[in-house]
């Protein structure tokens, strides 16, 4: 299977997106945080740092659970620090 490239949209999501879990994790090792998510601290990485901007349903709900963050906030928060997604943007 072949993805396609993001879109700068998507790019600055998910960067967005690793910063707000930055934030979230505060001085807590990535280690631990990923661990508790059940995740790789590669993986986390990843996330954080934009490199994995489109991660899975269930790994954004365990890294949600374990960080005290709401989805929905965390949802909205990403997409309103990227802004309007063009194709959006356009229609309305």
Known sequence: MVRNPLTPWERRRGET?????RRARGDRSMVEIAAAAGLSAETLRK?????APT???FT???LATVLGLSMD???AASAEAAGAEPELAEAG
């Open 60 to 62: 954004v709900a365990a």
């Open 17 to 21: 997106f690793g910063m707000l879990l």
């Open 73 to 75: 906030d965390l949802a």
């Open 55 to 57: 991660p899975a349903f």
């Open 47 to 51: 996330i954080e740092t934009g490199r």
